[in-house]
């Protein structure tokens, strides 16, 4: 990237922070977001290439992008990580689910009666900061080495950060908005669905949001500690499995695939926010 | 507390037609056939204090008030900032309960909030975020029983009268304050209520735009048979729009004095000149800085 003293700052408008930015120089800032990324992405992947090529590192402790690339490949055309990822995926969805049915129930009595409120909020100062793989012990003691287990796991990672938005939003609604639903003769299901959870919308999106990356990074987690422990079938087992089996490219292929459900998962929400609060000017976009 | 000026009848509502935009108000306009004795006030305020509690102790905003409102009237509350306007407009919707005295309405007491009593607060954010315009004025009218379509066409009637047409699909952070404003004063005429409560609704707008809403709403009083309570800081405004004027002393405020306005309405009269003079004296014993809040 070539500097200049001459930059064309109008050409960087649309992006103020980018602007401001050009103003100080560099060519680099007034180009959009995503080639930016894009080029860094080319970056690195040459790099990394490069170096497995010229530095002649040994193929069972690195591997190069080709080879990734070409794992991935099999990977999901075999059927293999496809699998794998519909397993993770399963239990995944499973575990959200409970942990959002669970933290509904506890929103509710915590938004209705005041022993809910102190319930909640003691459970989740005490179980929130807990890393949610430190119960997977527990699990595995009470559940076996099944399924189950990875369940309880990820519905316990999900739940109180979920309960805790949602119930954060109820209580911080604005209260004149509350009276002009009530004003409007508004009472019970009616108010609670038509103005208390819109209004809470932004906390409960965040709360969900908070809840996927917990459980997404606490499944893959478990599933690795299961793959040592020789059980499952998901993406933790695929690349303990490939590891076992010296197939590091399969490794790579697999952290390639949490990485990218990951930002997938992330793109949901952001997809979500879009079209609601922050076109409602509730939260402000990014 | 007494009453200056020539005591007045008040119009009363004739039955229960509260049509907007119907050819009913002439027969309720003139307010001089009928009697207070002839029925009853539409609402009562008696001996009402009310207080905040802060830390645990009680703060009181509102010491002792009383004044009726009859039926068709406009009621102005005045009186320097911090007196407790909101909190009795509040109380008069039922949001707040008093901590003494009684609120009635046609002879009942325990009041609850209801679209019968429409209210447009003080402050900015009242509207539904997630609502467009057209949608916050058409939804309050769909949750009382209106159809869609005929939700629709007064939401879009009323919108047109704040002239707010071509913001109608915008979302209310889309807006300056004072649009905002005026989107709820359309959502509350829109639903037609039986009682009109309003915080300041106009102190956000430009001069032009404020007179010409004021004789809108007066229009519309007078095409209907609504009863108004209209908080302001504004003398002229209060003189404009009220029938009487209940000015209120600091909190934890007390009655100062009702003043009638009903016939004083044109500035050229010495009336008009006296009597905006002792609204000024009221407000200033209070120690409101005169100039600077009275006039606009
Ligand atoms: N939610 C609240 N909690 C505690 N105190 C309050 C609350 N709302 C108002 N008060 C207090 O009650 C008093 C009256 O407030 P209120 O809003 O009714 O005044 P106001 O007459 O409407 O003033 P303004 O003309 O500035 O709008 C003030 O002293 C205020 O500090
Ligand atoms: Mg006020």
Redesign the pocket.
Known sequence: MQSSSEVDTSSAAPETSGARKAASGSRWSSLPTVVRRSILLVAIVLLWQLYVTLSGVSPLLFSSPLDIAEAFWEGWTSGDLVGATLVTLRILGLGMLIGMLVAAVLTTLATWTRIGEDVLVLLTSMLNPLPAIAILPLAILWFGLSPSALVFVIANAVTWPIAINVSTGFRTVNPTILMVGRNLGLRGFKLVKDVLMPAALPHTISGLKTGWAFGWRTIIAAELVFGVAGGGGGLGFFINDARYFLRIPEVFAGLVTIALIGIALDAVFTWIERRTVIKWGMKSGT | MREQGERHTPRLSEGTNRDFGGEHGDAVSTGSTETRASGRPLLTVDHVRIG?V?DGRL?V?VGDVSFEIWPGEKIMLL??????????LKAVAGFIEPVGGHISIEGHDLIQPGPDRAVVF?EFDQLFPWRTVADNVAYPLRVTGKEKNEAEATARRFIEMMGLSHAAERYPHQLSGGMKQRVAIARALALEPLMLLM??PFGSLDAQTRTRLQKELNDIADRTSVTILF?T?SIQEALLLGHRVVVLGQ?PSEVEEIVDVRNVKDPDTEEFIEVRRRLRELLAGEGEDVDHAIFE
């Open positions: 905040y802060v703060n905003a009186g320097p900032s911090g007196c407790g306007k909101s909190t009795l003080q915080d300041e908080v800081h909190p």
